[in-house]
């Protein structure tokens, strides 16, 4: 029973809501995007939402496994920072580098103005919150140091869980959107969005929760109290690609953010086996950070260099999306690849390509230039009489 209220207070939280609505809104905006340019949705089914629920749901539990295992304490009044912080964020600052970023300015802004700076510290600890000051004011290195390399594990779960989704959905339908280059040529640029509210277990120093909430469950360690709070940790990203593959792209990213995962890993132990003074976990906290900075900047540089464009062409008709559950799911198809010939006769716009098909009602034969500038055939069953669901994207001959 303690343990479904526990859960109930984590339903509570404005974050969680906060991050449902923006993933709600997201994906409105996407299948309204695709409504409005490709008369209907690649996906049509709001995945953003679904993937909020089941990977954030499914990914709290492993995360509260690892997080309680280790042992990871955090401290009420960092939890306060980073969940005004995140709320914030998400109503002002563009998604980009939201998690990682509230999560390490957090840090930064709970070793700066910690509670021993102000007479806060006395404030909370007349309401049982253990703080890292001592009566005298002097800071508890040892119990400061302890929740900072806590910090670190947090940072590590927080890189590891993005890589799981962008890998688990590398896949996922990628959503063209059309915008002209500097010549007026339309090209393509692919988007992969996803936030989650992870629900991770973590141990509140002192009870606080306990005497603000008779009920909470606390336990003991030793001469220390300690309660369980499932602290609602942002995960997640927003990147784009303009010149490659998004499948093998957001994979690429995925195995970056495991990369930067190990490195806080190793940092967490380093500091662990060895006595390092708060200033320093909090700049290796900032570090993690930062290095996801510069492995998103990185990302960026990669894609501009890339020769490949996803743009309109004369030599054909491209093909810029693929719905799922369709006939094109038989073609052998991918992003990029551009169709010469459709039931052998050449196609050069979107409405020849759809007059090619309406030739033979029962199937469709593609002559095709892939990205590799390879040439292939390839033929499926269509719908009788329904040209437009093979599934297939194609630019607009007149864009609004």
């Not at 042992?71 to 998604?95: D, M, T």
């Not at 688990?168 to 969005?193: E, F, L, M, N, T």
């Not at 606080?208 to 003991?220: D, E, G, M, N, Q």
């Not at 196609?347 to 090619?356: G, I, L, N, P, S």
């Amino acid at each position: 029973m303690q343990v479904l209220k526990v859960f109930e207070l984590f339903l509570l939280q404005p974050l969680l809501w906060l991050g449902l609505l923006r993933s709600y809104l997201n994906a409105q905006r996407r299948v309204n995007y695709e409504r409005h340019h490709f008369r209907s949705a690649i996906e049509p089914q709001l995945l953003e939402v679904r993937h909020f629920f089941s990977d954030g749901l499914g990914l709290g539990v492993i995360a509260t496994i690892i997080s309680l295992g280790l042992g990871i304490v955090v401290a009420p009044v960092w939890v306060v920072i980073y969940e005004l912080l995140a709320i914030v964020s998400l109503i002002v600052i563009p998604f980009g580098l939201v998690p990682m970023t509230v999560f390490g300015v957090s840090w930064l802004i709970y070793w700066i103005y910690s509670p021993k700076l102000s007479g806060v510290s006395d404030v909370l600890q007349r309401h049982g919150v253990l703080t890292t000051s001592m009566s005298s004011g002097v800071l508890t290195t040892s119990m400061s140091s302890g929740i900072l390399v806590n910090g670190l594990w947090l940072a590590a779960l927080v890189l590891l869980a993005t890589a799981a989704i962008l890998w688990r959905h590398h896949r996922q339908v990628a959503s063209p959107q059309i915008q002209p280059d500097q010549r007026g040529k339309r090209i393509v640029r692919y988007r992969w969005q996803q936030l989650l509210v992870v629900p991770v277990g973590v141990l509140v120093p002192g009870d606080w929760l306990h005497a603000t909430l008779s009920w909470w469950p606390v336990f003991s360690v030793g001469n220390r109290s300690f309660g369980v709070l499932l602290l609602p940790l942002l995960v997640g990203a927003s990147v784009r690609v303009y010149k490659q593959l998004p499948s093998l792209a957001w994979r690429r990213l995925a195995k970056n953010y495991a990369w930067l995962a190990a490195i806080s890993v190793v940092f967490a132990l380093i500091a662990f086996f060895t006595t390092w003074s708060p200033q320093w976990l909090v700049g290796l906290i900032v570090l993690v950070t930062v290095l996801t900075w510069l492995m998103l900047a990185q990302h960026r540089y990669r894609d501009q260099h890339q020769q490949f464009w996803f743009s309109d062409t004369d030599q054909g008709v491209r093909v810029i999306g693929l719905r799922p559950h369709t006939p094109a799911d038989k073609l052998n198809l991918s992003i990029g690849d551009i169709i010469l010939e459709c039931n052998r006769i050449p196609v050069h716009t979107e409405a020849q390509f759809y007059a090619a098909i309406l030739k033979s009602p029962t199937y469709v034969h593609l002559k095709v230039r892939n990205v590799q500038q390879e040439l292939i055939i390839t033929e499926t069953a269509i719908y009788n009489g329904a040209p437009h669901e093979l599934g297939i994207v194609l630019f607009s001959d007149q864009e609004d």
